[in-house]
């Protein structure tokens, strides 16, 4: 399987959005995009974020159509798919050899909601917590990427990559805040 940059939680930063796209630009590897919704609003509860520009949003991800696949957020609505050029689309999963790799938001499946579908040694990816971490609940490896624009709990702004079994949770500036061999 190709190398996955998995980012989350964006909320319409324009300059964070950027800043995740440098960061894959740089690794010459071929490789998958999934981010993980809340694409465009920054949400009722949350501040507006750096450099926030929903349609500068969609109009960077429309130049970069094909590279990526976009899943639905809790913050993310039908007009967002009408300005979009792409689908966004519902939780998805890719075989890795034996192992499932699960890709939601993580307002409905996250490692306090496990999903039944998953069975000991897949992967389940999401966001919406905006906190990196990673935990392994009944054999199942749950794994919060963070959130690329605004990160809480004084955890930086984060993406994960999966590649050869192995989960890295990274900084946008390069730190590894947790590396997993599955």
């Not at 490789?31 to 694409?39: A, F, N, P």
């Not at 926030?52 to 993310?76: H, Q, T, W």
């Not at 039908?78 to 999963?93: K, N």
């Not at 605004?150 to 994960?160: L, N, R």
Request: with cysteine.
């Amino acid at each position: 399987m190709k190398k996955i940059y998995i980012a989350s939680d964006i909320h319409g930063s324009y300059a964070y959005l950027k800043k995740f796209w440098q960061v894959v630009d740089l690794d010459s590897a071929d490789k998958k995009v999934v981010l993980l919704g809340d694409t465009y609003n920054h949400g009722p509860r949350n501040p507006f974020p750096e450099e926030y520009a929903p349609m500068k949003v969609e109009s960077l991800l429309e130049e970069r159509m094909g590279d990526f696949l976009l899943i639905k957020g809790n913050c993310d609505s039908e007009v967002d798919q009408m300005i979009s050029p792409f689908p966004i689309r519902r939780d998805f999963c890719w075989k890795d050899g034996d192992r499932r790799l699960f890709f939601t938001h993580g307002h409905k499946v996250n490692k306090d909601l496990p999903t039944t579908k998953a069975k000991p040694g897949d992967v389940v990816f999401y966001g919406h917590f905006h906190t990196p971490y990673h935990t392994i609940v009944d054999g199942v490896h749950y794994v919060c990427v963070g959130s690329v624009a605004m990160p809480k709990d004084g955890t930086p702004h984060s993406y994960a990559i999966y590649e050869n079994n192995t989960v890295t949770l990274k900084s946008l500036d390069g730190k590894i805040v947790t590396m997993v061999t599955l």
